[in-house]
């Protein structure tokens, strides 16, 4: 069974950081695509970014280009999501998304964590 579990959220000012992490269990990670979603209260889930199962691919939305900062640790298991320059917009609770290999969708996701920034 494929468990997802992040960790690292919390409240900080606009303008501080996040460190958010996503340990992974039950699924070969190093041949798993990994993404990050988040979902603002009254909003959809939104697409934030991916990394490849490689590494060496990665994706943002456009609204953290430039501030948010995806990797992984394939000898860990876990995902990480570097989050700079926060802005009150960024207050979402974040979840962690893996893909098989060979994979359409993205079919295992965790919890969430909140982020909360204050202005």
């Known amino acids: 069974q494929v468990h997802l579990v992040e960790s690292g959220g919390g409240l900080v000012q606009a303008g501080g950081s996040l460190r958010l992490s996503c340990e992974a269990s039950?699924?070969?990670?190093?041949?798993?695509?990994m993404a990050w979603f988040r979902q603002a209260p009254g909003k959809e889930r939104e697409f934030v970014c991916a990394?490849?199962?490689?590494?060496?691919?990665?994706s943002y939305a456009d609204s953290v280009k430039g501030r948010f900062t995806i990797s992984r640790d394939n000898a860990k298991n876990t995902v990480y999501l570097q989050m700079n320059s926060l802005k009150p917009e960024d207050t979402a609770v974040y979840y962690c998304?893996?893909?098989?290999?060979?994979?359409?969708?993205?079919?295992?996701w965790g919890q969430g964590t909140q982020v909360t920034v204050s202005s």
């Open positions: 039950g699924l070969t990670f190093s041949s798993a695509s």
């Open positions: 990394l490849s199962w490689r590494g060496g691919t990665t």
């Open positions: 998304a893996a893909k098989r290999a060979g994979a359409w969708e993205y079919g295992y």
